[in-house]
Every structure is written in C-alpha cells, then in structure tokens.
C-alpha cells in the first residue's frame, strides 16, 4: 500500500512543486492532507484483498507451523473441510 501511494504521490507533488510558486510550509500541509486522506482512503480495499487472498488460498490464523520448543497448539476444525 505504501509503495502504490508513493508511486502515485510523489510525481504529482513534483509536477506542482515544479509548476506552481507555493511556500513550503502550504506544501507540507496540503501533501500531508492527501497522503492522510489517501492511506486512509486505501484502508479498506487493501483489506478487502488481503482477505480474498486468504479466502483464495484458504488459509487462516491457525495455518502458522509449530515452531521448535513451542507447545502443541490445538487448531480448531475447518468448517470448509
């Protein structure tokens, strides 16, 4: 999520940067409202896929390997199984 932001922010904060006088201190404060709101904005989709995928693949909390030294965890049943 962070990477698709900045990819898209970064060039429209230079191409303003470049094209129109701003003092800096406007700069901070209208790039900081639309990374905000943006991030903000991305919450949900970018959640949204993370569960498809999961949903996809079928795979849950309870999928983690037992690491060594660990205690035996008890999973519960796959109601998809």
Known sequence: MTFIL????????????????????????????????????????AKAYL???????RSSEYDLPDLPGDFPRKTPPNPRD
């Not at 970064?10 to 940067?17: G, I, K, M, T």
């Not at 003092?23 to 709101?37: D, S």
């Not at 569960?51 to 693949?57: G, N, P, V």
Request: proline fraction near 6%.
């Open 6 to 45: 900045g990819f898209t922010v970064v060039p429209v904060a230079l191409w303003v940067a470049m094209s129109v006088d701003w003092p800096l201190w406007l700069h901070a404060v209208v790039w900081t409202v639309v990374i905000l709101g943006l991030s903000l904005g991305m919450l949900r989709p």
């Open 51 to 57: 569960m498809a995928l999961q949903f996809r693949h």
